[in-house]
Structure formats: C-alpha cells, structure tokens
C-alpha cells in the first residue's frame, strides 16, 4: 500500500483511521474459520443468518459502503470451515492488520478471520482455486458414548463397519468420474457433473473415531456427504464394489447410498497454485 493517503473519516467501531485511495479500489483476500452450527449456509439468504451476510454486514459497518464478499464456494447449513476464502473490492485503504482486527471484533465467536492480505485485480478466490480439501469426522456410538456437546460438530453413527471393504471401495472414486449419483438433484442442467478427485482417505481407530479425508478440483451439492453415506453402507455390507462400480457406470442419485450429516463436515483447505501437493498427504 502506498504512502499518499488523505484521511476521510474515523471508523467508530475499530478506532482505525480509514483512508480514501483516490481512485480505483484494492482487492482483499480473507482466510476465514466458522463454526456452521447456528448458520444457514454460507451464502446470504434473506431472512436468515448465514456467513456471507454476517461478514458484508460486519464490511459495511466498517467501510459506510455495501461490500460483497466472493467466496471459494458455498458450504450449507452445519458445515463448518478451518480456512475457507473469500475476496472483496476495499472502497477506502485500511490497513490488513486493522481490516482483520476490525472485522473479528463484530464477527466473533462464530466467525473468525485467520488472515487478510492484497491480491491483484485479477484474483478471484472461486475461479482461481485449483483444488479443495474436506474432511468428515465421525464418532461410533457402539464404541463410544454420545456427548451431546460433541454433536454440532461430528457426525453419529451406530453401526459394525468392515474397515477393510471401505479401504477396497475408496480407489474407486479416484480420478476423474461422472459423479451425478453422488449430487444433489438441484443442479443446473448446464452444469456438468464430472470432476477430479486427487485424494481420498479414510482414518478410522479402536475408539471408534473415523475421518475422511477428499481433495478434489472442485464438488457438487453434496457431493463429499454423499460419499461419505456411500462408502460407510459399504462397510456396513449394504453396498460392494459392483454396486459402487454400477453407480459409475449408470449414474442415478438413487442408487447411491443417503448423505451423511452436515455437522461433521469441514471446508478444510482451499489451492490456488499448481502445484501437486495437493494430491499427496501431508
């Protein structure tokens, strides 16, 4: 940021002094956290508390000016996030330091900015991203007791599961496929269903806590929930390989298995290089 400002105003709420550009704006990019339990989604409905509109809200105390924020992606009602993106055209020049300070004072505790930083005008943080992780906790009540303290935040199952036939069935997902048996109906027609999937993996432990971990080029309306449901009916013997081999083959949301819960899933990082570490563990 240049030196050449000339003071406009006194923001009130963060006690920062906020100074006018001259001409043009700059673009901000914002790394955020969220608990999604009390949301609606991420995307701003009327009427209803969700992400995007608590943050503008927050973007237009703190600028006197209406803001739109553009994210990496939606994520719906319960799912939470540990580093989900979002970029804004800044009316007047603040400081990122005090553009973060700011924004968690009026967003906190549901919310929380992690990191705010200049990009180029060029940047936008849905197109630009080249690959998203998520992960899908879990916890087994044939191991474990439920706690209700835990429940906005992992997903219940009751049920035996076969480790091994989930490890068996996860190669089959690898690559890119037609995933239209593992979407929301409500889709676009112009929209296509084929995509990439780089890693899937699946932790699981005696205590009965599981984990799925997916990093894709990109995911459909409950896509990653769906994936999930299928492959823990395939540890619960519902499904086999065939089955999940067919779903592929002749896509039909039908034949794949129910989606799993909102509350366990979690945006858990966004790419925006090319480079390939996304498709390896870390």
């Not at 006197?64 to 924020?69: D, K």
């Not at 009316?91 to 924004?103: G, Q, S, T, V």
């Not at 239209?180 to 027609?189: N, Q």
Request: overall charge negative.
């Amino acid at each position: 940021m240049g030196n050449d400002y000339s003071c406009c105003c006194k923001c009130s709420l963060c006690g920062f002094g906020i100074f006018s550009l001259g001409e043009g704006s700059m673009r901000i990019c914002c790394i955020v956290q969220y608990d999604g339990s009390r949301f609606a989604g991420f995307q701003r409905q009327p009427g209803l508390r969700t992400i995007q509109g608590t943050i503008e809200a927050a973007l237009k105390k703190l600028f006197s000016a209406e803001v739109i924020i553009h994210a990496s992606g939606r994520t719906d009602a319960g799912v939470h996030a540990m580093a989900q993106v979002f970029h804004f055209d800044m009316p007047f020049d603040i400081p990122e330091e005090n553009i973060k300070l700011a924004l968690n004072r009026m967003v906190m505790p549901d919310i929380y900015i992690t990191d705010v930083f200049s990009v180029n005008d060029e940047f936008n943080a849905r197109f630009d991203a080249v690959a998203k992780e998520y992960r899908y906790k879990i916890i087994n009540l044939k191991n474990q007791p439920f706690l209700p303290m835990k429940n906005d935040y992992y997903s219940y199952v009751n049920m035996d599961l076969d480790h091994e036939k989930i490890l068996a069935a996860i190669p089959l997902f690898i690559g890119e496929h037609d995933f239209a048996s593992f979407a929301s109906l409500r889709r676009s027609k112009h929209t296509t269903t084929w995509r990439t999937i780089h890693r899937l993996e699946y932790y699981f432990d005696a205590d009965g806590n599981y984990e799925f971990r997916i990093c894709g080029s990109g995911f459909l309306r409950y896509m990653v929930r769906t994936i999930v449901g299928t492959l823990l009916q395939v540890g619960s013997g519902r499904f086999t390989i065939e089955d999940i081999e067919d779903m592929f083959a002749a896509p039909d949301r039908r034949k794949a298995g129910k989606s799993a819960e909102p509350n366990g899933l979690y945006l858990w990082r966004v790419w925006y290089d090319d480079a390939d570490d996304y498709k390896n563990k870390e």
